[in-house]
């Protein structure tokens, strides 16, 4: 699901997970997210009343064909009638109006997926991700910051007055890629089908049975009602669902999906429809003729090339060797000593391959040190805040990473949910010792430990091969300095899952994802401190942070979420229950020198993975291209570092 971690300072990115924990939408074009509006604006009501109060209890479980929940016509039109709408006509545009249109991109990948579906058995694949959002399409889509939805398939919606009906109404000119128009009875046997258990993926099972059956109120307005309150429920709904064509799932058990749909796609609404499979070497899309939404404002500047091709190659290093030749039109760099140390070769130097350092605000998740505050030593804080200040962040960013990533003292890190009274702890082997003769750790025994009551501070970490040795036996000796005993214990990765979350641990190292829209609960609430495999692997309990979550898990304002979150942040982070470690502030990327792109090069909480959405064939680069390469003359070479966001 997560790109590997080529080195301990890059956690790669996340593919979309449905879940309470962790939450990854593909906006309407993929992206993580869309360029920033430059104003705030109200959506536009375009009707009258409130959705009836009938709808809330109406939607029951109903024979698997009939897709108007067993309603009469008469009740349908009554609450039809009664349905507030809402659009939004002037939001913002995620692509660059001066795109062009045509020419192809080549894309480079590690791994084949296991499956060309994008739902059940073995789907969870990086790559199946981007061409979910390359084929098929959700409902709405939604502006990142400032926070708002946008026309998707649907080009309407309303929440019902109890928080958890909704309502969506189908654009009249949405068109499956056979030119059949999308239907609501289309989103209720896309239900059907994740619902199922025959797909034999019991995440996506659980996950939308957490929704009743849809129910479609006539062919082009479809209900949907959420089991429980929430706020996220409406995104989950609007963004998360991308839908399927009814008249071809119609007659298909989920069984008989798994099986048909293993090495082809089922059609869909999106974009780009699939051209050619050949595993194990690459996958091809084709830009649709016939695309419903081409002329739409949400497509403005956006999906661009007539030709995309996903190109497999499992050695990293052959990899990047074809790209040097010119076999691959783009290559993100996970590794710092490669974006420091290799990038001056000919081609690069000629100008031939341009590289960009982009940065943004994508989600940026937490790594560093987690301690067990359940039981001794970290029971303490002194002890927790000791550590934190003998972690030389600074000095391993400096020798060891090139400089190519920044300190994270937040829990939401690079994001408006960071707190404004989050403690900057840096190295300082004075505050260190401080904090430890505040609880009574001053004098050393024979062996150079601090020693109290008999006892000295002996902690164990244990650790996966690869992941950080280095920087740990550093630590292991700035700690020895000044009297803590740290053991290294490599362990294979099952290992040290079982013992994390079965708390047979005092320290452990280790990543949590970023969030677009973060849902913490899982990882801060008090209700999950004692249980064992739970996201609380500290222990962590806080009266008030269990209000916040509660209270964030209901609040409809988005505004209010970012306070609460804020809050949430400068409490945690002040009860040092972790020691932070670093994250890569900007996107490295390197690409040929033939393709046009916005200014901001990315989306402003997107990654590498926009360019297929967002970039553009640019024919007089292209031609520039291959005539510097014929005559072997250079080409101007383009800024490095892009900051359009900052």
């Known amino acids: 699901m997560n790109q590997t971690q080529h080195d301990p300072g890059w956690v790669g990115w996340k593919s979309i997970v449905l879940g309470f924990a962790l939450l990854w939408f593909s906006n309407r074009f993929g992206l993580l997210g869309t360029n920033v509006a430059v104003q705030r604006e109200e959506v536009k009501i375009v009707a009258e009343s409130a959705a009836s109060a009938a709808a809330v209890a109406v939607v029951q479980a109903a024979p698997s064909k009939d897709y108007f929940g067993g309603l009469s016509a008469e009740t349908r039109n009554e609450m039809l009638a009664n349905i507030k709408w809402e659009t939004k006509d002037d939001y913002e545009i995620t692509g660059d109006p001066k795109a062009k249109k045509g020419g192809s991109f080549r894309w480079v990948s590690q791994a084949y997926p296991p499956t060309l579906r994008t739902i059940g058995r073995n789907s969870s694949d990086a790559n199946l991700t981007m061409i979910q959002g390359l084929v098929y399409e959700p409902l709405l889509g939604y502006n990142a910051d400032p926070f708002y939805y946008y026309p998707g398939l649907a080009n309407q919606w309303s929440?019902?007055?109890?928080?958890?009906?909704?309502?969506?109404?189908?654009?009249?000119?949405?068109?499956?890629?056979?030119?059949?128009p999308v239907r609501a009875q289309d989103v209720v046997a896309t239900w059907d089908l994740l619902t199922d258990s025959g797909i034999e993926d019991p995440f996506n099972n659980d996950f939308w049975r957490r929704f009743e059956r849809p129910v479609a109120l006539n062919d082009s307005v479809v209900m949907m009602k959420a089991k429980g309150m929430g706020w996220q429920n409406f995104l989950y709904a609007a963004s998360a669902l991308f839908i399927f064509p009814e008249h071809v799932l119609r007659d298909l058990t989920g069984k008989e999906f798994l099986s048909r749909y293993n090495s082809k796609m089922i059609l869909g609404s999106g974009p780009y429809e699939l051209v050619q499979a050949e595993q194990p070497q690459r996958i091809i899309f084709g830009k649709r003729k016939n695309y419903w939404a081409e002329k739409k404002r949400f497509s403005t500047g956006m999906n661009n090339f007539d030709r995309l091709e996903f190109v497999f190659v499992k050695d990293e290093e052959l990899t990047w060797e074809k790209f040097k030749a010119g076999e691959f039109d783009y290559l993100p760099i996970n590794y710092a000593r490669r974006w420091v140390e290799e990038m001056e070769f000919?081609?690069?130097?000629?100008?031939?391959?341009?590289?960009?350092?982009?940065?943004?605000?994508?989600?940026?998740?937490?790594?560093?040190?987690?301690?067990n505050i359940r039981k001794f030593p970290f029971d303490d804080i002194n002890i927790r805040k000791a550590f934190a200040y003998l972690w030389n962040r600074d000095m391993m960013m400096d020798k060891l990473m090139f400089n190519e990533y920044a300190h994270i003292d937040s829990i939401f890190e690079n994001s408006p949910y960071k707190g404004d009274k989050v403690p900057k702890i840096r190295y300082n082997p004075e505050l260190a010792r401080e904090a430890l003769a505040a609880s009574g750790w001053v004098n050393k025994n024979s062996q150079g430990y601090l020693e109290k009551d008999g006892k000295i501070i002996d902690v164990e970490l244990a650790y996966i091969k690869g992941g950080g040795e280095r920087f740990f036996t550093i630590f292991q000796e700035d700690l020895r300095n000044v009297g803590i005993k740290l053991s290294l214990k490599e362990v294979t990765w099952a290992t040290n899952i079982k013992e994390v979350g079965e708390r047979n641990f005092s320290l452990n190292y280790g990543a949590f994802v970023g969030q677009l829209f973060p849902n913490p609960e899982s990882a801060y609430h008090s209700k999950f401190a004692d249980q064992n495999d739970s996201g609380n692997r500290w222990g962590f309990k806080n009266s008030r942070v269990d209000e916040i979550l509660e209270q964030y898990r209901v609040e409809f304002d988005a505004s209010k979420r970012v306070h609460l979150l804020k809050e949430m942040d400068n409490i945690i982070t002040n009860e040092y229950i972790w020691a932070f470690a670093w994250y890569s502030p900007a996107e490295r990327l390197v690409y040929w020198n033939k393709f046009g792109m916005p200014d901001t090069v990315l989306t402003r909480t997107g990654d590498y993975r926009d360019v297929m959405?967002?970039?553009?064939?640019?024919?007089?680069?292209?031609?520039?291209?291959?005539?510097?390469?014929?005559?072997?003359?250079?080409?101007?070479?383009?800024?490095?570092?892009?900051?359009?966001?900052?």
């Open 346 to 371: 000919p081609a690069s130097q000629n100008g031939w391959v341009q590289r960009h350092k982009v940065y943004n605000f994508k989600a940026t998740g937490s790594q560093g040190f987690s301690f």
């Open 613 to 646: 959405r967002l970039w553009w064939y640019e024919p007089e680069l292209a031609e520039s291209l291959k005539q510097a390469r014929a005559n072997n003359s250079k080409l101007p070479r383009k800024p490095i570092e892009i900051r359009g966001f900052q």
């Open 159 to 180: 929440v019902g007055e109890d928080k958890q009906t909704f309502y969506f109404s189908i654009d009249s000119e949405a068109r499956w890629a056979d030119n059949k």
